[in-house]
């Protein structure tokens, strides 16, 4: 149980194109998700926490018109870079906390690479 | 301040001998701990947690962890290392308050376990 996916895994665009990133809580329901974003050999940064049906909560100094974020059901949330710039190049990880035997723990995705030429 | 130092950047163990992971926190409340791990390129995974009971908690791929309260610790053990533990892992601490009960985290230790 709680297995969580993202896609796509890894993802090459231009500068100044948008790029989705999904993720899904496979056999359980999220109440709530995470966006993290990780730089090589650092730590995880929390970008913003949305919870189903409800707008994202951004973390200070995350601008939340370039990182749209969408909860819109209880197994999938969205991440949108929009014209996204070689500085967004990164490691993107969601999480997803869920009710019941789920409540308590974080359970993550495999991560999406983001590369911006 | 909620917060959670992991006071090495690395750690190298021989195969087959018992490998400490350390990890201290701070926090106002009763401590919600857990420790991840991450594989190159990988997203976390979960190893185990501590809510509340026994100090002594165990988890996957034969970890365990202690939960101390006085010295406000939760470091991860396993008593006998493989090469296949070397990867990056994480400690992070919550209370049950506020905040989305979102996770604080550590800055990672490396653990190379060699051969």
């Known amino acids: 149980g709680a297995v969580v996916s993202q896609h796509p895994s890894r993802v090459i665009c231009k500068s100044g194109t948008s790029v989705k990133i999904e993720c899904r809580s496979l056999?359980?329901?999220?109440?709530?998700m995470f966006w993290y974003r990780q730089f090589p050999k650092q730590s995880l940064m929390l970008m913003a926490t949305?919870?189903?049906?409800?707008?994202?909560?951004?973390e200070q100094g995350v601008e939340k018109d370039k990182f749209l974020i969408n909860h819109a059901s209880l197994t999938l949330s969205t991440l949108t870079v929009t014209s996204a710039h070689p500085e967004d190049s990164s490691f993107y990880i969601c999480?997803?906390?869920?009710?019941?035997?789920?409540?308590?723990?974080?359970?993550f995705g495999p991560g999406t690479r983001l590369t911006v030429l | 301040a909620q917060s959670v130092a992991q006071p090495e950047d690395q750690v190298n163990v021989a195969e087959g001998n018992p490998l400490t992971v350390k990890c201290t926190y701070s926090?106002?409340?009763?401590?919600?701990l857990f420790w991840y791990v991450q594989y190159p390129n990988r997203g976390l995974q979960f190893l185990l947690k501590?809510?509340?009971?026994d100090n002594l908690v165990k988890g996957s791929y034969g970890f365990e962890a202690e939960f101390n309260k006085s010295q406000t610790s939760f470091h991860l053990k396993k008593p006998s290392a493989l090469v296949s533990d070397s990867a990056l892992y994480f400690c992070?601490?919550?209370?049950?308050?506020?905040?989305?009960?979102?996770?604080?985290w550590g800055l990672g230790t490396s653990l190379a376990v060699n051969p």
């Open positions: 056999d359980f329901q999220a109440t709530t």
């Open positions: 501590y809510i509340t009971g």
């Open positions: 926090v106002s409340g009763n401590p919600y």
């Open positions: 992070a601490v919550r209370t049950n308050a506020g905040n989305n009960r979102k996770l604080i």
């Open positions: 999480s997803a906390r869920g009710g019941g035997a789920f409540t308590d723990t974080q359970y």
């Open positions: 949305s919870n189903e049906g409800s707008k994202a909560t951004y």
